[in-house]
């Protein structure tokens, strides 16, 4: 029997052919663009004080656009999102507040409580959920009293601040809902929690991206919203965009309807020169707000408006809203206003979200407890909800910071070297609030979950960081906007090469050209490694703090106390698993075209010298034969080597370069596998230093095994992993290990000490602007690909290879079973436990035990390695929506079924399991 194809399905096959641009209109709008670089123009480059919350409100962004909940088309021209207000702020709630780098004890933070409820990857159904109090924010409250927080304490929240005792306030949900790729659908219903009646504003606004300005390099011509009759019963919009479209924008009922213009309050703000408009961003914040008359334009037109619909709401009562924004070449409506709202309205509603529970429900595998099934789908709707357009077009920034080193007299200014970049696309980010801007190597990790939804997207997002347009000259991939020459882990190909597998199991096809693309823009980016990472030529790497912040004893991307440099355990590992994955991804291209055979052979080869240099004898390598694992190596001035003993997750990423090439995959690369042979009796000592392979070393199924660690070491570093009092958490590995709770590592350079302790929560330190903390917390992109390798020692030692885990519990598994075990503490981080809590929410007791709070889930950035509470940034559902993956996948796989298949096994779209296995 066939599988159902469900309409969700469907409209994403209707916008991968392109006969409907599903996708034209979707959750693209950030959640905070102040404070960003891209709207930085001070001189010491001060992006969080240059342009704050305070002055959003009145000021006009130059790169993008922030809302509440919003929506916007893909080129951020048209956007839509929502504004509150209870009467008793200062201002509107137009956007989300929180804390700078220096105002919070651990860096920047949002403050407010809001929620990515569901979404489909058409984005043909979403819902939304902000919780706004009913009393008056506390924004100075929440500034103050954490900035006189130290590190060691507990931030201060808002639940902390009592805005929410007695359940005083509003929940509001915002649902979207498409008839057509143009004809959104949107219900707003606002629910009072309180035990007392309360006047709620509620002001749906639309406006333009101010592409016009006189400042701008090359204005547009200024598009225009104005007030038009429409159906009767509605108040009626009509937007006029020269490049977007013309669009009409229905509120049901006749609401008043506000219009001022997207244009900075300069003399409010005391910047230099006189305001454009009579009317301005701010205008309708001041004519609610402040009562002031004036601000708005009598006139009706302008390029921002919103619907002033005000309601007092009863204890327990709610309102809706309906609108409806619809392109003007969409199907005609009649003059009824019942054509646009009432009973059709309500039941595109009803049968966007039905679909969408289809969706999800022919993507679960049945073996999945509903418990993780919810899971899986909140993680994949916060990823899709963090999509967002990201505007960055790196000749016109420099020049207009005076900066672009092509022209005589410019100064020196953040990314000078980038100004060939021009990014103007829809981008997974990692967290649209806390990280409004794409990091490179989280994108990597967010395909994973994403192409369990829409592996097109995720594929586009391989290939937007390899298009000239970011990848650099030189052939380094973009890391971020605050440096994007910093350098992040090489985990693209790995990407790349999941991506291609994903695709060939789902539609029986491989989409080679994707593959050779990937692969030739790849190899620039393997070159930059090799010729800027690897100091002398040793084989050896670099490449500074890789992602892992505060991991080390010193700042890994700052000259060393000590002088002298790092060689690099993770960094030499990641270049391992790149050439692994690279040589994978040449043979699968060999198969089509023998040009690329002579590349596997390169890649090996690039992996044996890479393992001779990590895997020295002696001193002098990166292996510790006393202790049973790896540590970066400090080399002095004077050429004298240290190992520095921190037992992190450095230590542990050895493991996670290990492949396992099947038999059908060597004969495809005969020419290839000649040249290694023959390489091997040249240079046998090359073979000494890798997990032994080849023929005489075959495993399950005459595999073959290419990896760093012998499976001597294999086991000495998993009794370390999997003991409890050092790096295994019941909720994951932790990035350091509990060791070093009770022994810190210590080194004294000119009188100072400089340590490394045991935290599983916060950080205490300001290392990377102390947000992040990776001496303890349980990260999950690195879980997941540590679970990647156990898969992959499995597939050739299969049960011929057991290890106890827990360490001393007398429990023997195999590493299919290990790497099983690993995910389900993952998972349990989100899952009730006995009591019915949810260890993400730690000891916030409204999270555990309110039915408004409790089934609202929140995937942070990092966990805390003792308890699981979540920490960190609050929607980072990028890489920690690996989970879903995790859930995905252990769902399908049955561990006998993945031993006879190899890895097509991992990848295959049937269900091999029946129930959930313990």
Not at 5 to 24: D, F, V
Not at 130 to 148: C, G, I, M, S, W
Not at 588 to 605: R, T
């Amino acid at each position: 029997m066939k599988p159902v194809i469900t309409n969700e399905q469907r409209r994403l096959e209707e916008a991968r052919n392109g006969t409907s641009a599903w996708k034209k209109w979707g959750p693209y709008l950030s959640e905070r663009q102040w404070g960003t670089v891209r709207e930085d123009y001070s001189e010491g480059g001060d992006a969080w004080n240059y342009f704050t919350h305070d002055q959003a409100r009145s000021r006009t962004y130059r790169w993008g656009e922030d809302g509440l909940g919003g929506i916007s088309d893909d080129k951020q021209h048209l956007c839509f999102a929502l504004a509150l207000w209870n009467g008793k702020d200062p201002i509107l709630k137009e956007r989300l507040f929180g804390l700078t780098n220096s105002e919070g004890n651990h860096g920047e933070d949002v403050k407010e409580y809001y929620f990515y409820l569901d979404s489909t990857p058409t984005h043909s159904y979403m819902k939304y959920l902000y919780k706004y109090p009913q009393a008056a924010f506390p924004y100075a409250d929440l500034v103050e009293t954490n900035r006189h927080r130290s590190k060691n304490e507990y931030e201060y929240e808002l639940l902390d601040t009592g805005v929410f005792n007695d359940n005083r306030y509003f929940d509001v949900f915002v649902e979207y809902a498409k008839a057509g790729p143009e004809d959104i659908l949107v219900l707003i219903t606002a629910i009072n929690r309180g035990p007392e009646a309360a006047e709620l504003h509620i002001l749906p606004t639309l406006w333009f991206r101010n592409e016009w300005a006189e400042w701008i390099a090359t204005p547009a011509d200024k598009p225009l919203l104005s007030q038009v009759e429409g159906p009767a019963g509605s108040s009626t919009v009509l937007s006029v965009h020269q490049r977007l479209g013309n669009y009409s924008f229905y509120c049901d009922g006749n609401v008043p309807l506000l219009f001022t213009d997207n244009v900075t309050n300069r003399e409010f703000l005391h910047l230099d020169g006189k305001n454009e408009s009579r009317y301005l961003k701010d205008g309708i914040n001041n004519y609610v707000v402040l009562g002031q008359q004036e601000t708005i334009n009598p006139e009706k037109t302008g390029t921002k408006m919103a619907a002033h619909y005000r309601s007092g709401i009863g204890a327990g009562q709610s309102v809706e809203i309906r609108l409806r924004l619809k392109s003007t070449g969409a199907d005609v409506i009649g003059s009824n206003g019942s054509s646009i709202f009432g009973a059709a309205f309500d039941k595109i509603i009803a049968n966007r979200r039905q679909e969408a529970d289809e969706f999800y429900s022919a993507i679960t595998p049945g073996s999945v407890t509903p418990d993780e099934a919810f899971v899986m789908r909140q993680a994949i709707a916060g990823m899709l909800w963090s999509k967002q357009f990201y505007y960055f077009d790196g000749q016109s920034w420099l020049k207009e910071h005076h900066a672009h080193p092509l022209y005589f007299g410019s100064r020196h200014s953040r990314n000078s070297d980038w100004f060939h970049m021009q990014n103007e696309d829809i981008i997974s980010m990692p967290d649209k609030w806390e990280y409004p801007w794409y990091a490179a190597w989280d994108l990597a990790f967010h395909t994973l979950p994403l192409s369990i939804v829409d592996p097109d997207f995720a594929k586009q997002q391989i290939r937007l960081m390899l298009r000239g347009l970011y990848l650099h000259p030189s052939g380094q991939i973009p890391a971020y906007e605050w440096n994007f020459s910093d350098v992040n882990p090489p985990v693209h190909a790995w990407a790349t090469l999941f991506l291609h597998r994903t695709e060939q199991a789902l539609r029986r096809e491989a989409d080679i050209e994707f593959l050779k693309l990937a692969f030739n823009k790849l190899l620039l980016n393997f070159t930059w490694w090799v010729n800027r990472k690897d100091r002398f030529g040793k084989n050896i790497f670099e490449g500074g703090f890789l992602g892992l912040d505060n991991i080390g004893v010193f700042d890994r991307s700052a000259p060393l106390p000590t002088g002298g440099y790092l060689e690099q355990a993770d960094g030499t590992a990641w270049m391992a698993l790149f050439c692994q994955n690279m040589l994978e991804i040449s043979a699968e291209l060999a198969a089509h075209d023998s040009i690329y055979e002579d590349m596997v052979f390169k890649f090996v080869e690039h992996f044996l010298f890479i393992a001779a240099a990590m895997n020295r004898p002696g001193n002098e390598g990166m292996w510790d034969e006393e202790d049973g694992f790896y540590y970066d190596m400090l080399r002095s001035p004077d050429g004298s080597a240290k190992r520095l003993k921190v037992r992190s997750m450095v230590g542990l990423l050895p493991l996670c370069a290990t492949t396992i090439i099947e038999q059908e995959q060597i004969a495809q690369v005969p020419r290839a596998v000649a040249q290694i042979r023959k390489r091997q009796e040249h240079m046998p000592d090359l073979m000494e230093a890798i997990h032994p392979t080849g023929p005489g070393h075959f495993g399950v199924n005459d595999r073959a095994i290419i990896a760093l660690v012998n499976p001597e070491r294999l086991r000495r570093i998993l009794t370390k992993m999997l003991d409890e009092e050092e790096f295994l958490s019941p909720y994951g590995i932790r990035s350091l290990s509990k060791f070093h709770q009770d022994h810190p590592f210590i080194i004294n350079v000119g009188g100072q000490e400089h340590r490394v302790d045991y935290l599983p929560g916060e950080s205490n330190t300001g290392m990377f602007g102390g947000n992040s903390n990776w001496r303890g917390p349980v990260w999950m992109p690195v879980n997941v690909l540590i679970i990647r390798a156990l898969q992959q020692f499995y597939l050739y030692h299969g049960d011929g290879f057991k290890i106890e885990c827990p360490t001393g519990s007398g429990k023997m598994m195999n590493l299919f079973e290990v790497s099983q075990e690993i995910a389900n503490r993952l998972t349990r981080i989100f899952l009730p436990d006995e009591r019915g809590r949810r260890p993400v929410f730690g000891g916030t007791e409204k999270f555990q035990t309110d039915i408004n709070w409790r089934n609202h889930l929140l995937f942070y950035e990092y966990f805390h390695g003792d308890n699981g509470a979540g920490l960190g940034a609050s929607h980072q559902t990028g890489w920690t929506g690996l989970v879903a993956r995790l859930i995905h996948l252990y769902g399908l796989l049955d561990a006998k079924v993945f031993l006879e298949g190899g890895k097509k096994a991992a990848f295959s779209q049937k269900e091999f399991r029946t129930e959930k296995a313990v």
